[in-house]
């Protein structure tokens, strides 16, 4: 049984910065990608950023150079720093992985298994 825990978020000023993170169980996050979608209230869900299983990574162009993906497989983490944020970053943040898939595409349907969401306010 899989299950993603995703905490970390919370309110804070524009310029703050907050650190998601995402402890996984039945789940091994050296295998397959596991990425950052947000969704914001009236909008589609948007992918943040991915991390590979090999370690590469992409990003949405908004957050690139503001945000950092990482996973430390070890505690089956994966972290999502993020600094600079703007008021636009407000959303529910959800933790995502696959069991299949190893790429570095920004696309829910690429991910099997979702966490319950931490919500990041930025104002």
């Known amino acids: 049984h899989v299950q993603l825990v995703e905490s970390g978020g919370g309110s804070v000023q524009a310029g703050g910065s907050l650190r998601l993170s995402c402890v996984a169980s039945?789940?091994?996050?050296?295998?397959?990608?596991m990425g950052w979608f947000r969704q914001a209230p009236g909008k589609g869900r948007e992918g943040v950023a991915v991390?590979?299983?090999?370690?590469?990574?992409m990003y949405t162009d908004s957050v690139k150079g503001r945000f950092t993906i990482s996973k430390d497989n070890a505690k089956n983490t994966l972290y999502l720093q993020m600094n600079s944020l703007y008021p636009e970053d407000s959303a529910m943040y959800y933790c995502?992985?696959?069991?299949?898939?190893?790429?570095?595409?920004?696309?829910?349907?690429?991910?099997?298994?979702w966490g319950q969401g931490t919500q990041v306010t930025v104002s």
């Open positions: 039945g789940y091994a996050t050296s295998r397959y990608s």
């Open positions: 995502a992985a696959s069991t299949s898939y190893s790429g570095l595409g920004l696309i829910d349907w690429r991910y099997n298994y």
């Open positions: 991390i590979a299983s090999d370690g590469r990574t």
